[in-house]
T-cell receptor
Framework: NAGVMQNPRHLVRRRGQEARLRCSPM?????VYWYRQLPEEGLKFMVY????????ESGMPKERFSAEFPKEGPSILRIQQVVRGDSAAYFC?????????????FGNGTRLTVT | AQSVTQLGSHVSVSEGALVLLRCNYS??????LFWYVQYPNQGLQLLLK??????LVKGINGFEAEFKKSETSFHLTKPSAHMSDAAEYFC???????????FGTGTSLTVIP
């Protein structure tokens, strides 16, 4: 009964490279959320997706960041041309959806370091 | 729009003492409220939730929280702190429209032996 699976746990990229973060939601969950966490800061919402649809991307930077949740396979958060300021922990969460009373279940995060 | 305010970014208590972590919310519609705990280098784990019904909800690890509509609060308590309770705690709110979750900035709990 696997929970939310994120990989890799740690990712090191040089400035200008691309980072791909993967998230497999809990079985039966069709709603996926991505959050970013910086040291000593809270969770910053980035994007909310359902299968094949972006529902809310109001927290995503307009450039270099994109997310998808295809019909088959994991959700992907993609950061192009990474900069040092992108270094953070990125968390994925999933839920059953419904009326908002279904709680989020979180993965253990991907810690991105940009050198 | 919904929002959450957690008063006190850092709280220290002695082992065995009462734990009280404060959370106030803002919502124009009936809220759903959640508390999560985060241990170092891990994701967030659900402690408890309030959706409807009884306003005093019990969670894991001896924690409980009470929904007080008149005070727009959902404070987290535990009668006796344990060393293993040292972690970051997040309060969150959602509603029955939009499936969006709003998190507070977190409270770091330190337990002093």
């Amino acid at each position: 009964n696997a929970g939310v699976m994120q990989n890799p746990r740690h990712l090191v990229r040089r400035r200008g490279q691309e980072a791909r973060l993967r998230c497999s939601p809990m079985k039966g969950h069709s709603h996926v959320y991505w959050y970013r966490q910086l040291p000593e800061e809270g969770l910053k919402f980035m994007v909310y997706l359902q299968k094949e649809n972006i529902i809310d991307e109001s927290g995503m930077p307009k450039e270099r960041f994109s997310a998808e949740f295809p019909k088959e396979g994991p959700s992907i958060l993609r950061i192009q041309q990474v900069v040092r300021g992108d270094s953070a922990a990125y968390f994925c969460a999933s839920s059953l959806g419904g009326e908002g009373n279904s709680p989020l279940h979180f993965g253990n995060g991907t810690r991105l370091t940009v050198t | 729009a919904q929002s959450v305010t957690q008063l006190g970014s850092h709280v220290s208590v002695s082992e065995g003492a009462l734990v009280l972590l404060r959370c106030n919310y803002s919502s124009s519609v009936p809220p759903y409220l959640f508390w999560y705990v985060q241990y170092p280098n891990q994701g967030l784990q659900l402690l408890l939730k309030y959706t409807t019904g009884a306003t005093l909800v019990k969670g894991i690890n001896g924690f409980e929280a009470e929904f007080k509509k008149s005070e727009t609060s959902f404070h987290l308590t535990k009668p006796s702190a344990h060393m293993s309770d040292a972690a970051e705690y997040f309060c969150a709110v959602s509603t029955n429209t939009g499936n969006q979750f709003y998190f507070g900035t977190g409270t770091s709990l330190t337990v002093i032996p």
